[in-house]
């Protein structure tokens, strides 16, 4: 069975300034995607970033950027030039066979002007 | 492009009690999802649909849940008797196809309190 592990139910960082949250995840499957999502207070989820396990290369988009370590199952989104807009809980997912989505405990980030 | 839409937004009813959610997907998508988001934890899938058949459903609790989804296009996901535990975030989501490569786009969900 796949699990998703995120260790920091809360972080809180400057405005401007860089954060990381991090993510864990156990699998013995070999074709598998990474996803980090960010739920508003508004509740809608959207899709941040997402890894492909294949690629070794690191996904980037604008300011947030991944560091996918395979071998140690670990995948932490960094936040560069943090925004108030970018106060959210934030969830890592693990996606596998058939589009299913395993969702981690959550990291509410807040932002602090 | 319109979103993913469901309704009602927020609903209170009393254990024991039914309650019906409704999903609209984005229009093309084959794929669509319901999850369960107890306050605090993150979105668990419940039932995933591919047009109009079940693809997965080992995580709805069958004696009180069902869903349906007619015609591929619409779902309506009902819960009869509720209870206290049921309380949770409903969240639908649809994809293009039931690929992970493919992007899930989430509804804004429906908030259930059952008292």
């Known amino acids: 069975a796949q699990t998703v592990t995120q260790s920091q139910p809360e972080m809180s960082v400057q405005e401007a300034e860089t954060v990381t949250l991090s993510c864990t995840y156990d699998?013995?499957?070999?074709?598998?995607?990474l996803f980090w999502y960010k739920q508003p207070p508004s509740r809608q989820m959207i899709l941040v970033i997402r890894?492909?396990?294949?690629?070794?290369q690191n996904a980037t988009e604008n300011r947030f950027s991944v560091n996918f370590q395979k071998a140690a199952k670990s995948f932490s989104l960094k936040i560069s030039d943090s925004q108030l807009g970018d106060a959210a809980m934030y969830f890592c997912?693990?996606?596998?066979?058939?589009?299913?989505?395993?969702f981690g405990q959550g990291t509410e980030l807040s932002v602090k002007p | 492009e319109a979103g993913v839409a469901q309704s009602p937004r927020y609903k209170i009813i009393e254990k024991r009690q039914s309650v019906a959610f409704w999903c609209n997907p984005i229009?093309?998508?084959?794929?669509l999802y319901w999850y369960q988001q107890i306050l605090g934890q993150g979105p668990k899938l419940l039932i995933q649909?591919?047009?109009?058949?079940?693809?997965?459903d080992s995580q709805l609790p069958k004696d009180r849940f069902s869903a349906e989804r007619l015609k591929g296009v619409d779902s309506t996901l009902k819960i009869q008797p509720a209870k206290l535990e049921d309380s949770a975030v409903y969240l639908c989501?649809?994809?293009?196809?039931?690929?992970?490569?493919?992007?899930?786009?989430f509804g804004p969900g429906t908030r259930l309190t059952v008292t």
């Open positions: 989501a649809s994809s293009y196809e039931d690929r992970v490569y493919y992007e899930q786009y």
């Open positions: 699998t013995s499957e070999s074709d598998y995607y």
């Open positions: 890894q492909e396990a294949y690629k070794q």
């Open positions: 997912a693990f996606g596998y066979q058939g589009g299913k989505l395993i």
């Open positions: 229009s093309g998508h084959a794929t």
């Open positions: 649909f591919q047009n109009n058949g079940v693809v997965d």
